[in-house]
């Protein structure tokens, strides 16, 4: 059931890896510093938004302590016996709760994960009842990280916005202002004994805006594509991984990239993760901005809402980019 065709499979390490190469780490600390500190600053994030998607992000402004406690609590949460677990067992239709599948169709390859999805904004939808209640202060410490999380990404919407040569809130606008939506999906990786014939979680690119990981500071996994590579990310210490999602791609008219990622098993150490999702209002149309748009560049995709974006994925998946390409307008 988890055993992928061979050319999904993680190439094994043949010596001749990338390691030199690496998604940039980007010090946000500096854009208080003074005005070339920013503009520094904004450049780095705009060079790495274009060429990888990805970047890895410090001085963030969360605690230390918080993210500490995130990973504690989400480990002690995936150990919890099954039967504890099952209680929030989700359908993979609505997708909220614990599960391992992702998209209804049943002949399709699983991952090998179990993950935990839950919705932290609106709070229409925010259920707190389905989230963890074990361990003792899950809840509380899942809100407090949420909150954190919605107020380092606004920054980062801010900043992206400038970098793209827009109006400063030009991105949170487009995302709904106060009304954006945001999620959390914790992966949990088990030790795999044959992590060469399987995938943690088969390469895709995110739906939505923008993506904030809080990745396993012990244990690599996740891998950026890069051209016909993928690279493994190295965590830095004490950051969050940052990646575009297909909405900012849409937005930007392709200046800005949602890079396919995935992840590899080991066979030594299990690993968590923990993926928060910025994203638009459900109900808004969106397409690329008008300022991005220029007769050399025409508009690359058409408009369409989020709810009718991630409808159309549930339904299939993890594949790649294949959802991002098939928006592009005739
Ligand atoms: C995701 C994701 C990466 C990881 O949840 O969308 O890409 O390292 N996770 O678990
Ligand atoms: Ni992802």
Same mark, same amino acid.
């Given at each position: 059931?988890?055993?992928?065709?061979?050319?999904?499979?993680?190439?094994?390490?043949?010596?001749?890896?990338?390691?030199?190469?690496?998604?940039?780490?980007?010090?946000?600390?500096?854009?208080? &510093?003074? #005005?070339?500190? =920013?503009?520094?600053? +904004? %450049?780095?994030? !705009?060079?790495?938004?274009?060429?990888?998607?990805?970047?890895?992000?410090?001085?963030?402004?969360?605690?230390?302590?918080?993210?500490?406690?995130?990973?504690?609590?989400?480990?002690?949460?995936?150990?919890?016996?099954?039967?504890?677990?099952?209680?929030?067992?989700?359908?993979?239709?609505?997708?909220?709760?614990?599960?391992?599948?992702?998209?209804?169709?049943?002949?399709?390859?699983?991952?090998?994960?179990?993950?935990?999805?839950?919705?932290?904004?609106?709070?229409?939808?925010?259920?707190?009842?389905?989230?963890?209640?074990?361990?003792?202060?899950?809840?509380?410490?899942?809100?407090?990280?949420?909150? &954190?999380? #919605?107020?380092? =990404?606004?920054?980062? +919407? %801010?900043?992206? !916005?400038?970098?793209?040569?827009?109006?400063?809130?030009?991105?949170?606008?487009?995302?709904?202002?106060?009304?954006?939506?945001?999620?959390?999906?914790?992966?949990?990786?088990?030790?795999?004994?044959?992590?060469?014939?399987?995938?943690?979680?088969?390469?895709?690119?995110?739906?939505?805006?923008?993506?904030?990981?809080?990745?396993?500071?012990?244990?690599?996994?996740?891998?950026?594509?890069?051209?016909?590579?993928?690279?493994?990310?190295?965590?830095?210490?004490?950051?969050?991984?940052?990646?575009?999602?297909?909405?900012?791609?849409?937005?930007?008219?392709?200046?800005?990239?949602?890079?396919?990622?995935?992840?590899?098993?080991?066979?030594?150490?299990?690993?968590?993760?923990?993926?928060?999702?910025?994203?638009?209002?459900?109900?808004?149309?969106?397409?690329?901005?008008?300022?991005?748009?220029?007769?050399?560049?025409?508009?690359?995709?058409?408009?369409?809402?989020?709810?009718?974006?991630?409808?159309?994925?549930?339904?299939?998946?993890?594949?790649?980019?294949?959802?991002?390409?098939?928006?592009?307008?005739?």
């Amino acid at each position: 059931m988890y055993i992928k065709p061979a050319t999904e499979r993680p190439s094994i390490d043949t010596g001749l890896s990338n390691n030199n190469l690496q998604i940039p780490v980007i010090d946000l600390g500096r854009l208080a &510093e003074g #005005v070339v500190e =920013c503009r520094a600053t +904004m %450049k780095a994030i !705009s060079d790495a938004c274009r060429e990888w998607g990805f970047f890895q992000v410090v001085n963030h402004g969360v605690s230390l302590e918080l993210m500490a406690r995130m990973r504690e609590i989400w480990r002690a949460f995936f150990h919890l016996p099954m039967e504890k677990k099952q209680l929030y067992a989700n359908s993979p239709k609505t997708y909220e709760g614990y599960g391992s599948r992702l998209g209804v169709d049943k002949a399709a390859i699983l991952d090998w994960g179990d993950y935990f999805y839950l919705h932290l904004l609106p709070n229409s939808i925010k259920n707190i009842d389905k989230w963890p209640s074990l361990p003792t202060s899950c809840r509380e410490t899942i809100e407090e990280y949420g909150n &954190e999380l #919605v107020k380092l =990404c606004g920054l980062l +919407m %801010k900043v992206m !916005s400038i970098s793209l040569g827009l109006d400063v809130g030009y991105l949170q606008e487009a995302f709904g202002g106060e009304e954006v939506g945001a999620c959390m999906r914790v992966n949990y990786y088990p030790k795999c004994p044959q992590p060469e014939l399987t995938l943690g979680l088969s390469s895709h690119s995110d739906p939505g805006g923008i993506t904030v990981l809080l990745a396993d500071d012990q244990v690599k996994g996740l891998q950026v594509r890069k051209g016909d590579n993928w690279v493994t990310v190295q965590p830095a210490p004490n950051a969050f991984i940052v990646n575009m999602g297909d909405q900012i791609q849409v937005l930007s008219n392709a200046m800005y990239k949602s890079v396919e990622h995935r992840v590899i098993t080991n066979a030594k150490e299990e690993r968590i993760s923990i993926a928060f999702f910025y994203n638009p209002k459900c109900d808004l149309l969106l397409g690329p901005a008008r300022q991005l748009v220029t007769p050399d560049r025409p508009p690359l995709y058409d408009s369409m809402t989020f709810n009718e974006y991630r409808l159309y994925i549930r339904k299939k998946g993890p594949r790649g980019k294949t959802q991002v390409e098939s928006l592009k307008a005739a």
